[in-house]
C-alpha cells in the first residue's frame, strides 16, 4: 500500500469517525417545555433526527468499509500473487476493515433502542 493510499484511509477513516460522533450527538434535540401559543413549532420531530443520525450512521459506516475492503482485498491478492503463504495474513486485514461496518451497526442498533 503505497503512502497516498495509507493517507487517503486514513482521513476517510476520521471522516467516518466523526460522523458517527455527529449522528450520536445530533440525537440530542432541544425541546421547550411548553412553547407559547406564537412561538414557532419544532418542524421535525426529535424521531425523525434520530432516524436521519442512524442513517449518516450506518450508511457512512458501510461506505467506508466497503472502501477499505477493496483497497485491502485488492492488495492482499496482489501480494498472495507474489507469495501465496501471505493469503492467511492478508486476509486478517480484510476483516480488520469489515469493522468498521461492524461498529457503524453497532452505534446504529444503539441509537435504535432510543427510538
Do not use: Q
Not at 443520525?53 to 475492503?69: L, N
Amino acid at each position: 500500500m503505497t503512502t497516498e493510499h495509507a493517507t487517503t484511509m486514513a482521513r476517510l477513516s476520521i471522516a467516518v469517525i466523526i460522523l458517527m460522533v455527529l449522528g450520536v450527538f445530533s440525537t440530542a434535540v432541544v425541546r421547550a417545555e411548553e412553547p407559547d401559543e406564537g412561538a414557532v413549532k419544532e418542524v421535525l420531530p426529535a424521531s425523525v433526527h434520530l432516524a436521519y443520525s442512524i442513517a449518516i450512521t450506518v450508511g457512512a459506516s458501510c461506505v467506508a468499509a466497503a472502501y477499505a475492503v477493496g483497497k485491502v482485498g485488492a492488495a492482499a491478492l496482489a501480494a498472495a500473487a507474489e507469495r501465496p503463504e501471505l493469503m492467511g495474513r492478508a486476509l486478517v486485514f480484510v476483516g480488520l476493515a469489515e469493522g468498521i461496518a461492524i461498529y457503524g451497526l453497532i452505534i446504529g442498533v444503539m441509537l435504535v433502542n432510543r427510538l
